[in-house]
């Protein structure tokens, strides 16, 4: 093959990819066409999202924290029991084994162990430690 027919083939290959590349910018930009349907899911997403900004803000309700570790048999018990009893949502358990850089963490030297407060908040203070089979009275001890 002659360097004629070398320089032929490369400037056929550099077309194509021009106007390949051409072709996708062509279609990156250009817009769907007008949907009154689109438009108007849009128009009320929008109210809503204005909504929700100027709509007075709820206090957050805190949550018991249970630190404690996936290898803990009192740990691996309490979690369960806090599922079966219904009141998982006033709770937050971090297993301090799979975040050891978690907040509150580096404090714990027993498992499970109870704060009245959600992870991460200042000043929060231990309100139980160990196990218990009663969920209810823990979230009534650290709840007080």
Same mark, same amino acid.
């Given at each position: 093959?002659?360097?004629?027919? &070398?320089?032929?083939?490369? $400037?056929?290959? =550099? /077309?194509? !990819? ?9 279609r990156r ?6 949907d009154k ?15 929700k900004a ?21 740990? &691996?018990?309490?979690?369960? $029991?806090?599922? =079966? /009893?219904? !009141? ?57």
């Amino acid at each position: 093959m002659t360097e004629r027919h &070398r320089l032929g083939i490369v $400037a056929a290959i =550099a /077309s194509s !990819l021009l106007i390949i590349l051409g072709l996708e910018i062509l279609r990156r930009l250009m817009k769907p066409p007008y949907d009154k349907k689109v438009a108007f899911e849009e128009e009320e997403k929008e109210k809503k999202t204005q909504a929700k900004a100027t709509a007075p803000k709820k206090e957050a309700k805190k949550k018991v924290t249970m630190y404690g570790a996936s290898w803990c048999g009192y740990t &691996r018990k309490e979690k369960a $029991a806090i599922e =079966a /009893s219904g !009141l998982a949502d006033s709770f937050t358990v971090v297993d301090c084994d799979h975040t050891p850089d978690y907040a509150g963490c580096d404090s714990v030297k027993s498992f499970p162990n109870f704060y009245n407060c959600s992870p991460g908040d200042e000043g929060c203070v231990p309100c139980h430690r160990g196990y218990s089979e009663n969920v209810a009275d823990i979230l009534k001890k650290c709840s007080a």
